[in-house]
């Protein structure tokens, strides 16, 4: 594999962990919990008091699972739709409710609330997913709630919750099918008088890939935090993280697919990633009503893709410029980002109108900046330097205010208006000819959002909000600086659902309506490679979600989810490209996508046995069924896949677990983007223990 510039050096995580490992250990003072920004917080009351329909994966769910990845994990959350890419979820596609799950671009993602997209206001585009392997929980939020975060809310909010440091240290191993491995340790303590606390977390991965596509992977975090007298907490967290995947957009062709699924059909092809980010969170409870919390956040990432010119597309796989010095036959296609903000948020209780109230103020202040470059070599297929012959820095600037009051009518009803005003600025400038751009706009995003609890196992809700994505800087500004008067993707959403518990059983339904005033879509046929991109006018989705739990004692139980989608379409005469697409299904929004799991427990023991279901997809706006020659176009069948996971704790020190992916070895095709096919893991396993010493 290629080298990098920004590893962790050994002797530096040697250095780090002797370091946490040598802090005086001593119980955690039951009063210091990190401050952080959660989206829908802890207990069933947090829950309680959503407008929307909510999920959480818990620690204990995510131990039982053992998910490759945060995206593999999500699979579980009604709603969700994933786009496997190169099997391990580190180009992360994640869709929700019929919305196109490319790089993840219609929701957003965050971390300990800090947002996980290189650049929100350049491109909400995902080349980085925080490893699953530091997270103690996963939040998913829909509806109004939406509001209180931003931008691009159309479809949700996923936060990813990072371990708090614990005492003493937990040492991880996995190994697996396609030279999977995996060493992790979690180490960490508290100052003599308990009011400091910290640790570090790191994870070194590598793997051949389950096309023959290796890895090679290095996760760190160190997190820490204080009390700062008896009101204020602060706590901090940097995090390091690189990757070397031998990836690329280019897939397989028709008859490899049928020949050889695990095919590398790309094998000069590099997506290389290096992230570096760093936040603090503070915390001050002002009195028993007031509460200001603050969180600062800065990011990099450079993301250099090198890729082969691909010279022509058969039935029987793709053929690439020579290198022989007569044309550009290697491109790295490489970008480094800059992000940074500020978000602070006032919560006040309140008794005004007559009524308990509960009102969250805030604003956030956000920078983004991208310089964007493609370099090109005629001679050489691992080059990793040569001719730059494209060369643009993109930036943005945003503000956003918005607040929300929790109108607490009585014990069981609650009316929660919410506004948020999002206003950014976009520039692009041509580093190479001097030419430069600019584009401004304002959102004004209202919601309204109701809980009702008509009984006690039983509470309704209900929500109605505009949502918008703005466009992407690539896109709303040419290279040649004119503004492209791509508008903003904007959206009217409602909802209306029903959650509760009833002794053994557990359950949650929505029904949700989106109808875009216009989405911006690809406007080449297969939405892949070289697409440009185009206002393309109404689209409406709208469908129902659920999910139910259900204990049947004897240590046996079954948990179920399904998204119906039947409305995924374009609803508007607008013409694109000479094509009329009012009425045609948009692309990758299966009409059903379901999880049906069954579990065991005795003892230390947690068994499951899971499937995943999805139906048939299109892949390109033309709604495309026959395949393509070249495999980019036509339908992707239904496929189910079933998972069979066990977890066994041996004692308080030593757990052991394994895992058995698409255990009937299911061949089906994941994608057609960006170019060609790429299909689902095959059957693979995971062995792994925990000892904590």
């Not at 030279?179 to 003599?192: K, N, P, R």
């Not at 919390?293 to 010119?309: A, G, I, P, V």
């Not at 029904?511 to 005033?517: L, N, P, R, V």
Request: proline letters at 4%; one cysteine or more.
């Amino acid at each position: 594999m290629t080298s990098k510039t920004h590893k962790i050096k050994p002797l530096c995580l040697a250095l780090a962990t002797t370091a946490v490992i040598s802090f005086p250990v001593h119980a955690l003072a039951a009063e210091i919990e990190l401050p952080r920004i959660d989206v829908i917080g802890e207990g069933e009351q947090a829950i309680a008091k959503q407008p929307g329909s909510v999920a959480i994966i818990n620690e204990e769910q995510l131990a039982l699972m053992q998910p490759l990845s945060t995206q593999d994990a999500l699979k579980s959350v009604p709603g969700v739709v994933v786009r496997e890419e190169e099997g391990y979820g580190f180009i992360p596609n994640i869709g929700m409710r019929g919305l196109n799950p490319n790089r993840s671009q219609k929701l957003l993602v965050l971390e300990d609330g800090v947002p996980v997209a290189p650049g929100l206001f350049l491109a909400n585009e995902s080349y980085y997913s925080p490893r699953i392997e530091r997270m103690q929980s996963i939040e998913v939020l829909k509806g109004a709630a939406g509001l209180r975060y931003g931008p691009t809310t159309i479809g949700g909010v996923i936060n990813y919750i990072t371990k708090d440091p614990e005492k003493g240290a937990t040492v991880t191993a996995k190994a697996g099918s396609h030279g999977y491995g995996l060493i992790g340790l979690d180490a960490g303590g508290s100052s003599s008088s308990g009011n400091a606390i910290g640790g570090i977390s790191l994870v070194k991965s590598q793997g051949d890939g389950f096309r023959n596509n290796a890895f090679d992977l290095n996760d760190a975090v160190i997190k820490g935090g204080m009390a700062i007298g008896d009101n204020q907490w602060v706590g901090a967290k940097f995090t390091h993280y690189d990757n070397e995947v031998n990836t690329s957009y280019v897939g397989l062709r028709p008859n490899e697919f049928r020949d050889d699924p695990t095919k590398n059909p790309a094998p000069n092809d590099y997506f290389l990633t290096d992230r570096n980010s760093f936040d603090i969170n503070h915390e001050w409870q002002i009195n028993d009503a007031v509460k200001l919390n603050t969180l600062l956040y800065w990011s990099q990432l450079t993301r250099d893709y090198w890729r082969r010119e691909v010279q022509a597309r058969s039935a029987d796989g793709t053929t690439f410029v020579a290198c022989n010095g007569s044309a550009y036959c290697m491109n790295g296609n490489n970008r480094a980002f800059e992000m940074m903000g500020l978000d602070s948020r006032l919560h006040i209780g309140f008794d005004g109108f007559g009524i308990k109230n509960e009102a969250e103020i805030g604003i956030r202040l956000h920078s983004d900046k991208l310089n964007n470059q493609k370099v090109r070599s005629k001679t050489d297929p691992n080059a990793r330097s040569g001719d730059l012959t494209e060369d643009d820095t993109q930036k943005a600037q945003g503000i956003a205010f918005y607040g929300q009051n929790r109108f607490i009518l009585n014990e069981r009803v609650a009316i929660t208006p919410g506004l948020r005003i999002e206003t950014y600025n976009q520039s692009r400038k041509n580093e190479l000819t001097g030419l430069s751009g600019e584009s401004s706009n304002t959102e004004v995003m209202p919601g309204i959002g109701a809980t009702w609890q008509v009984a006690p196992q039983t509470q309704l809700f209900a929500g109605a909000f505009k949502g918008f994505s703005p466009a992407m800087v690539a896109t709303a500004i040419s290279g040649s600086g004119v503004d492209q008067l791509l508008d903003a993707e904007r959206s009217n959403n409602f909802e209306i659902g029903v959650r509760g518990t009833a002794q053994r059983l557990s359950y949650e339904a929505t029904a949700f309506h989106m109808d875009f005033s216009n989405q911006i879509i690809p406007q080449s046929e297969s939405g892949g490679v070289g697409a440009t991109a185009t206002n393309a006018g109404a689209t409406l989705n709208q469908g129902l979600e659920g999910a139910i739990g259900y204990d049947l004692g004897a240590g046996w139980g079954v948990d179920t989810n399904a998204t119906w989608v039947p409305t995924a379409k374009f609803n508007s005469t607008k013409i694109v490209g000479g094509i009329d697409r009012n009425g045609n299904r948009l692309p990758y929004a299966p009409e059903l996508t379901a999880n049906l799991s069954v579990s065991y427990r005795v003892g230390g023991l947690k068994t499951s046995l899971g499937a995943y279901h999805v139906s048939r997809q299109f892949v390109d706006t033309e709604n495309t069924i026959a395949e393509s020659a070249d495999g980019r176009r036509g339908v992707i069948p239904a496929y189910t896949t079933f998972d069979l996971n066990a977890h066994y704790a041996v004692d308080k020190q030593l757990s052991v677990f394994g895992t058995v992916r698409n255990l009937t070895d299911k061949k089906y095709i994941a994608s057609r983007n960006p170019d060609g096919i790429f299909p689902g893991a095959a059957r693979n396993f995971e062995l792994g223990m925990n000892y904590k010493f």
